[in-house]
């Protein structure tokens, strides 16, 4: 079975520092993995995805992350948080069953103090 | 716009009634997904149409759920005689099968709330 697990709730980072977001994995597989964003009333937005090429991943905003096969984890990173960063960040594992189905972790609320 | 949009936004209704919504998705795609998303949760798969086919419905998915794709296009998604935890925000997704980097896109949703 494939799953994610994100380690905080809750992140809180001052504007221009660095942002980390931390996720672990479960695959019986080599998996694909994604970042989504969520802002309020909005939808769900791809920030990155890994597929087994490069194991670091760059997305939009600046956003990146690097897929440590030994660890299990899939940390998102971004050197330098800005107010419009602030939501709800989900890491998220495919089933790789062709249906393309996502499992995503519980979530992270990122929050940007000016 | 040419996103997947959700109709209605937001759906009050009494526990003991049936709602439908509906989901357009993104008018090339031939995949479409239904999500539920509970308050401090991440969305949780409910099912999935390849065209007008459903072709794969998750536990979450009681009998009093049904979800239609009648021609491909539009899917609508029926919740017969709620219940008070069915309240959560419905999304839907719509992707395109084979596409050299297949996403899944998703719309804004519809926020359900069974009083």
Redesign the interface.
């Known amino acids: 079975a494939q799953s994610v697990t994100q380690l905080d709730s809750h992140v809180s980072v001052s504007e221009g520092t660095p942002v980390l977001l931390r996720c672990n994995y479960s695959s019986s597989y080599s998996p694909s993995l994604f970042w989504?964003v969520q802002h309020p009333?909005?939808?769900?937005?791809?920030l990155l995805?890994y597929t087994s090429a490069a194991t670091l991943v760059k997305g939009i905003n600046g956003f990146e992350a690097e897929f440590k096969k030994s660890e299990t984890s899939f940390h998102l990173t971004k050197p330098s948080a800005h107010m419009s960063d602030a939501a709800e960040y989900?890491c998220?594992v495919n089933d790789q069953t062709g249906?393309?189905?996502?499992?995503?972790?519980?979530?992270t609320r990122l929050t940007v103090i000016p | 716009d040419t996103g997947v949009s959700q109709d209605p936004r937001h759906k009050i209704t009494k526990r003991g009634q049936n709602v439908t919504f509906r989901c357009d998705p993104i008018s090339e795609h031939n995949r479409l997904y239904w999500y539920r998303q509970t308050l401090g949760q991440g969305p949780e798969f409910l099912t999935y149409f390849q065209n007008e086919a459903q072709l794969e419905k998750s536990r979450l998915l009681s009998d009093r759920f049904s979800a239609e794709r009648p021609k491909g296009s539009f899917s609508t998604l029926e919740i017969q005689r709620t219940e008070q935890g069915d309240s959560a925000m419905y999304l839907c997704a719509s992707s395109l099968k084979g596409a050299t980097n297949e996403k899944l896109f998703f719309g804004s949703g519809t926020q359900l709330s069974v009083l």
């Open positions: 989504y009333n909005k939808g769900l937005q791809l995805k989900f998220v249906a393309n189905n996502l499992f995503f972790g519980t979530g």
